[in-house]
């Protein structure tokens, strides 16, 4: 499974791992929706519904990761290290595009990749 993350011309595609919450990630495509800044590392969005993490594995978050942040319930797109987090969870990786995750501003669409 892959998402394409669009904001103007940037574009930046994800690989979604196989864990119950990235395949709940994938069917609830096309979103239409704010992304916004987090600390210094990362850009954040907000699904429609939550993700069950039951067998997510734990992140260890690099530039590219894909995440998600059980306790708030948003999705992370990590441009800088961050390492592991209490109840961050891997989603995927990019696999093109990763360069240009801090650029991301306002509205995003994400829909399915091929």
């Known amino acids: 499974m892959r998402i394409q993350v669009q904001n103007g ?9 196989d864990s119950v919450a990235a395949k709940e ?3 609830q495509l096309p979103l239409t929706l704010e992304v916004s800044d ?10 429609p ?5 039951c067998d997510a594995p734990l992140a260890n978050a690099d530039t590219g990761s894909l995440c ?3 306790p708030w319930k ?3 797109m990590f441009y800088d290290y961050f390492g592991e987090g209490n109840q ?19 509205v995003i669409t994400v829909t399915a990749a091929e």
């Open 25 to 27: 990630l994938y069917e």
């Open 49 to 53: 519904e939550a993700l069950d993490v």
């Open 38 to 47: 987090f600390s210094t590392n990362e850009k954040v969005f907000y699904p």
């Open 68 to 70: 998600y942040y059980a």
């Open 88 to 106: 961050l969870y891997e989603l995927g990786q990019a696999i093109s595009g990763e360069d240009s995750i801090e650029k991301l501003a306002g």
């Open 74 to 76: 948003d999705v992370v």
């Open 9 to 17: 011309e940037t574009i930046l595609v994800y690989e979604l791992n």
